[in-house]
């Protein structure tokens, strides 16, 4: 089976990433704002999500807008 590129699916990982470094949030950190929001999200799918080996939901993208109070499309910056 030959593996899907996931590219496509997550463009946001580059800049989630700086942005939470910027922030200084561990992944602990930024899971339990998550979880604030009524999102849970376990640290291995966020690792994932800034490895660009998981896509992102629209509803994870709007969270972490407000949570490091950045513009949807700053992350695709």
Known sequence: MK???TAKNNLIYKNLSNFRK???FSYDDLI?????KGINMHKTS????EHN???????ELKAFSEIFN???EDFFE
């Open 32 to 36: 339990r704002e998550l979880n604030l």
């Open 46 to 49: 966020l690792y994932n999500i």
């Open 22 to 24: 910027i922030k200084q």
């Open 53 to 59: 080996k998981r896509s992102v939901k629209d509803f």
């Open 70 to 72: 950045k513009k949807i």
């Open 3 to 5: 593996r899907r590129d």
